[in-house]
Every structure is written in C-alpha cells, then in structure tokens.
C-alpha cells in the first residue's frame, strides 16, 4: 500500500507533524494537486481507490501504481500536477 498525499491547488498545505520545521538538506514531500479537490476524491473513490482522512490531511491509497490514478482524474477531468508540497520548512 502506498499513500501519496492529495490537496487543492491554490490552498496552502498545512505543516505536517513528522515534517522538520528546520532543514540542512533537500527535504521534499511528493503529492498530488487537483483543481476541484472534492471532484477529484470522488472520481478516485468511483474508480475504486481509497482516500483516507489522516488529520485533516486527505491521503490516497494509490496501491503499486501511479498510471490508474492518474487515468481516474482524467477520466473525469480533474486538472492535476504531481509536485513537491513542502513551502513551510525553513532551509537554513
């Protein structure tokens, strides 16, 4: 089971508790941004993947692969972008 984070575009991502507030190194969190977050949920939950609330942060069970979620937000035209979500530690 894999877990790849998922957030709106345009709204902040929020601090998680396991991420460092300071860093010496690259330090990066990979994740999935759609335009229509609760669009997108529920085009992945009809196609069969489950979506986990884990404090407020929404986490898809994206199982071995990305390809099928991928095709599930297309399939229902959710705009999305695999990136970087970490603009909230400091690198010092």
Known sequence: M?????????KPV????DWPLFY????????????GLAQAVEALETSGYRVLDNDGALL????????GVFTALS???VEYELTDLVSC???G
């Open 2 to 10: 894999g877990l790849l984070p998922i957030t709106e575009k345009g």
């Open 14 to 17: 929020a601090c998680q508790s």
């Open 24 to 35: 010496m190194n690259d330090f990066s969190r990979l994740g999935i941004v759609v335009t």
């Open 60 to 67: 898809v069970d994206i199982g071995a692969e990305l390809t």
């Open 75 to 77: 399939a229902h035209r």
């Open 89 to 91: 530690v400091y690198q």
